[in-house]
C-alpha cells in the first residue's frame, strides 16, 4: 500500500505541490489496487449457487471484463515503470510497491537517505508524467 502524504502545514509542503502530490499518490494506488486480487470464500457458497454464477452469462462477462481491465492496467504500469531511469524505478517500487522503509531501502541499496527520499521523489514525478502522457492521467487530476 501506498505511504499518504500529510495534510500541507507549516513544513513547507505548498498547497499546489501538496495537491500535485496527492493525486499522483491516488493515482499510483488505484494502479496498485486493480493489480490485487479479491479473496472469495468459497465454503460461503453452495454448489447449487456456484454453478449458478458460473452460468450466469452477465457474471462471467462481468469477471472477464475486469480481468482485462486489470491486465491492462497492469500492463500499463509495467512500461510505465520500464520507462523510468534504473535508479528511480527500483526506488519506487522498492517503497511503492514492496513497501519498504526508508531505512529498509537505505540498508539495501548502501545509499544515503536522503539519496533515497530524492530518488522515490523524482521516480514519483517522472512516473506520473509517463502515465500522463500514455493518457493514464487525465489532465486535470496532475
Do not use: F, H, W
Not at 540498508?107 to 506520473?128: M, Y
Request: aromatic residues 2%; hydrophobic residues 40%; contains cysteine.
Amino acid at each position: 500500500m501506498l505511504r499518504v502524504l500529510a495534510q500541507p502545514d507549516a513544513s513547507g509542503v505548498r498547497a499546489d505541490r501538496y495537491a500535485e502530490l496527492r493525486c499522483q499518490q491516488n493515482n499510483c494506488q488505484n494502479l496498485v489496487d486493480a493489480t490485487e486480487t479479491a479473496a472469495v470464500d468459497l465454503a460461503d457458497i453452495d454448489s447449487t449457487q456456484l454453478q449458478q454464477l458460473l452460468e450466469d452469462d452477465a457474471v462471467l462477462n462481468m469477471l472477464a471484463r475486469r480481468d482485462s481491465e486489470r491486465r491492462d492496467r497492469v500492463s500499463l504500469l509495467r512500461e510505465a515503470l520500464d520507462k523510468l531511469a534504473p535508479s528511480l524505478r527500483t526506488a519506487v517500487m522498492l517503497r511503492d510497491i514492496r513497501e519498504l522503509s526508508y531505512q529498509e531501502i537505505v540498508d539495501l541499496l548502501k545509499i544515503p537517505e536522503g539519496t533515497v527520499k530524492s530518488r522515490i521523489n523524482r521516480g514519483r514525478i517522472e512516473l506520473a508524467k509517463i502515465l500522463k502522457r500514455m493518457k493514464v492521467l487525465a489532465v486535470s487530476e496532475v
